[in-house]
C-alpha cells in the first residue's frame, strides 16, 4: 500500500520540483500556527484530534457533501483539540487548501499526506499547518527521514512521526522523534488492531507525546486507550460517518462537548 501512496506522490513532487527549477518559490505563511503538541497534553483537553477524511482506501467514499469548515467548526464546538486535514488527493479526495479554509477556527492543524521530499516540506510552510505527518515505512534509508525531520524543526513545523511495529519505533526514536503516532491499522490487510497502540505505548518514555490513530470508534475504546497512557487520540472515519461529523465527535466523547 505504502508504494502506491509513494508512487501517487511522486509526480507532486516532480511538480514541486519542476517549479522550483522555473524559479517559483512559496511564501511562508505568516499568520499563526498555534502549538500542536502542547494543545494535546493541555490539562483539562479532550485528547481528541479530530480527522476530516473524505474517502480513504479501505472505504472509498466517507463523506463528500459536509465541506471542511462545516465539519471542522462541528469538530471545534464539540471540543476537539486539535484537527487532522487529509490532504492527498488521490486516495483520501483531500487537497492542500483544505488547510487554509479551516484555519480560521484557531486549531493547530496537523497536514496528514505522504511526506517524502523537502519541497513537500516548504509546500507545507506555505499553508497554516502547524504539524506534519512523516511515516517512517517511507524511508528506507533512515538519514533522509532524520533529515526531514530537522528541516521540519527548523522551520518550525512539529513533525508527527508515526510508527506502526517495534522496529518503525526504535528508528522514531533514533532520530529524537518527541509526538509519536502509532497507527493501529495494518497496511496490507487494511484491518485495525487497537492492541498495536496499547502494546507499544508501554515503550513511552519522559518528554514524549503519544497519539493512537486508526479505528477508533466508541467511548470505551478512548477511555481504554487513554488510561493506557496514550496523550491524544485520533479519529477520522467513525466521525466523517456522521451528516455531522461534530455530531459524532460528542457522542464519542461520551456525551458530554
Ligand atoms: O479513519 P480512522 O480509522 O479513524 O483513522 C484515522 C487516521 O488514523 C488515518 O486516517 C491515518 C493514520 N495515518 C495515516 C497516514 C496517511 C493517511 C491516513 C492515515
Not at 480560521?104 to 516548504?122: A, C, N, S, T, Y
Not at 493501529?184 to 519522559?206: A, H, I, Q, S
Request: net charge negative.
Amino acid at each position: 500500500m505504502l508504494e502506491k501512496f509513494r508512487r501517487a506522490k511522486q509526480a507532486e513532487v516532480d511538480e514541486l520540483i519542476r517549479l522550483r527549477d522555473a524559479g517559483h518559490r512559496h511564501l511562508p505563511f505568516d499568520g499563526p500556527r498555534p502549538k500542536f503538541g502542547a494543545a494535546l497534553t493541555r490539562p483539562g483537553t479532550s485528547g481528541i484530534i479530530a480527522e476530516y477524511k473524505r474517502a480513504s482506501p479501505s472505504r472509498g467514499d466517507i463523506n463528500l457533501s459536509v465541506p471542511p469548515l462545516q465539519a471542522c467548526r462541528g469538530y471545534a464546538e464539540a471540543g476537539a483539540c486539535a484537527l487532522s486535514i487529509l490532504t492527498e488527493s488521490t486516495y483520501f479526495k483531500g487537497s492542500l487548501g483544505f488547510l487554509s479554509e479551516v484555519a480560521p477556527l484557531g486549531l493547530p492543524l496537523l497536514r496528514k499526506d505522504f511526506i517524502i521530499h523537502p519541497l513537500q516540506v516548504e509546500a507545507t510552510m506555505a499553508t497554516p499547518a502547524s504539524a506534519i505527518l512523516l511515516i517512517v515505512r517511507m524511508f528506507d534509508d533512515l538519514d533522509e527521514l532524520a533529515q526531514l525531520h530537522a528541516l521540519c524543526l527548523t522551520n518550525g513545523l512539529e513533525p508527527v512521526v508515526e510508527v506502526f511495529d517495534e522496529r518503525d519505533l526504535d528508528r522514531a526514536k533514533e532520530i529524537g522523534s518527541t509526538i509519536i503516532q502509532v497507527n493501529n491499522r495494518d497496511l496490507d490487510t487494511l484491518t485495525t488492531d487497537l492492541g498495536r497502540c496499547l502494546d507499544m505505548v508501554r515503550r513511552k518514555e519522559d518528554g514524549e507525546i503519544w497519539i493512537g490513530a486508526s479505528g477508533i470508534s466508541t467511548p470505551e475504546q478512548v477511555s481504554t486507550l487513554k488510561a493506557a497512557g496514550l496523550d491524544a487520540l485520533l479519529i477520522g472515519t467513525a466521525l466523517m460517518q456522521y451528516e455531522n461529523p461534530g455530531q459524532g465527535l460528542v457522542r464519542l466523547s461520551g456525551g458530554q462537548s
